[in-house]
């Protein structure tokens, strides 16, 4: 099988509403992604999309994607696209680095091995483990009032797990915390993103003024160094998210004992490929895992639940559905792919990702390789 024609596709995803994070320092109101449909001599394609939390979260952009596409994109024609590792090599020796450029090609290239196959992704990924997964709610940093409040209307769609976002001053981020531990309801998993936005000084003074709850911080600072730090002098879990990229900082991560658990987003680590290795280390060393994406629709999001699946349930703490915070002119495949089910979500049991995005709802394409 050979790779014959690569179709880029771009679509801006407007929020429904206004959302805020880091202590509310960065505003998102629309992200742009990206989308690929890689076609073969045998009648079998595939889709993938690359969608960065808007341009502030990390070092990421959607006209970067669409750039790591047009330098990479005409090199893997003629390529056997279920030949993962020999793509995702072939991609980084032409372009060190760049891992989330190259997330969309590796995604779709899956998407094909597996419909050859016959299989759900999932099940090329080593096979399903059975139970569904909690999604998590995303809470935009707000007031204490404002964040319950947030947390009420996910409660409704079913969710019993929630990311509050937090980072702002030490003394308003304790009452935030305290509010929300103290109404959570039996079942519920609150956990506190900070995004990078407190110093070690200022983690260490919150995490240790709230060490009485059974609680979890992620990405509670901004590099590896300021987290080690503060998981030297806080006893809580701490979960990395914006620091872990590469297989290089996930054995940073396990080797200074920073993290017990890390949050893996497909597009930030670069696709499936890569990814499967982060999970086969993460399972060996007794890692946690939350596992989603940086953003997208529910082609992005059905990725992440036939990954997310791959993991047994003792490691997995949960997902996120990045497609219900968008409003409805980001539907890009009507009543396809994994959709929020009374708060938890699963991967489709139809050969490959299982969502063939409508061409028309995404318009001309922007490049064609041929
Ligand atoms: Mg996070």
């Given at each position: 099988m050979k790779i014959t024609r690569i179709s880029v596709f771009q679509k801006d995803l407007d929020l429904s509403h206004p959302y805020f994070l880091s202590g509310g320092r960065l505003k998102f109101e629309r992200i742009d992604s990206t989308f690929v449909k890689i076609e073969t001599d045998e009648d079998i394609h595939g889709w993938g999309e690359g969608c960065p939390w808007g341009v502030t979260y990390l070092p990421a952009h959607g006209k970067g994607i669409r750039a790591v596409i047009d330098e990479i994109g005409p090199l893997l024609l003629g390529l056997d696209p279920r030949q993962s590792n020999h793509i995702d090599r072939t991609m980084d020796l032409a372009l060190p680095g760049h891992l989330y450029g190259k997330a969309a090609l590796d995604i779709a290239c899956w998407d094909i091995r597996a419909k050859a196959a016959g299989l759900p992704v999932v099940d090329v990924l080593g096979g399903r483990y059975g139970e569904p997964t909690p999604i998590a709610s995303s809470i935009s940093t707000d007031t204490p009032e404002g964040m319950l409040a947030e947390i009420d209307h996910y409660r409704a769609m079913g969710y019993h797990v929630h990311s509050a976002k937090v980072g702002a001053d030490v003394d308003m981020d304790i009452k935030r915390i305290r509010h929300l531990a103290e109404n959570e309801k039996p079942g519920e998993l609150i956990f506190y993103d900070v995004n990078r936005a407190w110093l070690p000084a200022e983690a260490i003074q919150v995490m240790n003024a709230t060490a009485d709850l059974p609680i979890m911080f992620e990405q509670p600072c901004e590099t590896l160094d300021q987290c080690s730090t503060v998981r030297a002098r806080t006893t809580q879990p701490i979960s990395i998210d914006e620091r872990l990229e590469t297989f290089e900082d996930i054995l940073r991560i396990q080797n200074n004992r920073i993290a017990e658990v890390v949050n893996i987003k497909l597009n930030r680590v670069g696709g499936l490929t890569k990814a499967v290795r982060l999970r086969d280390f993460c399972l060996n060393s007794g890692i946690k895992m939350l596992t989603m994406d940086t953003g997208g629709t529910v082609l992005a999001d059905t990725v992440v639940q036939h990954f997310v699946q791959s993991i047994p349930r003792e490691f997995r703490l949960g997902t996120w559905l990045?497609?219900?915070?968008?409003?409805?002119?980001?539907?890009?495949?009507?009543?396809?792919?994994?959709?929020n089910h009374n708060g938890v979500a699963v991967a489709p049991d139809l050969p490959g990702i299982g969502v063939e995005p409508e061409v028309a709802l995404l318009g001309e394409p922007v490049a064609v390789y041929t």
């Open positions: 990045c497609h219900d915070l968008l409003n409805n002119e980001a539907e890009v495949a009507p009543g396809q792919g994994s959709r």
